[in-house]
C-alpha cells in the first residue's frame, strides 16, 4: 500500500489553484518584495545576514514555495478541463 503524504504547503497550493487558476499562474510578487529578496541575497554574499534577516529571507523562501506549489497544480487543473 503506497500512503500519499501532502505537506501543509502542498494542501494551500492546491486550495489557492483551486479558487481561480489562470489568477494562480497570473501572480508575481510586488516590485517591492522582489527588491528586497534581492537587498538581502547581495547581503549575504557580502556581509551575511543576521538571525533577523535570515528568518525574513526564510519567509520569502517558504512562500515563494507555496506559490510554485499553486501554480504546478494549477496547471494540472488548467490541463484537465
Given amino acids: ?13 492546491q486550495f489557492l489553484a483551486s479558487l481561480s487558476p489562470r489568477k494562480v499562474l497570473a501572480y508575481k510578487a510586488s516590485t517591492k518584495s522582489q527588491m528586497r529578496v534581492n537587498e538581502l541575497l547581495e547581503k549575504n554574499k557580502t556581509k551575511g545576514l543576521t538571525e533577523e534577516e535570515k528568518e ?26
Fill in 1 to 13: 500500500m503506497v500512503v500519499e503524504y501532502n505537506s501543509v504547503y502542498d494542501e494551500l497550493a
Fill in 56 to 81: 525574513e529571507m526564510e519567509r520569502h523562501m517558504t512562500v515563494e514555495h507555496i506559490v510554485r506549489l499553486a501554480k504546478a497544480n494549477a496547471l494540472q487543473r488548467l490541463d484537465t478541463k
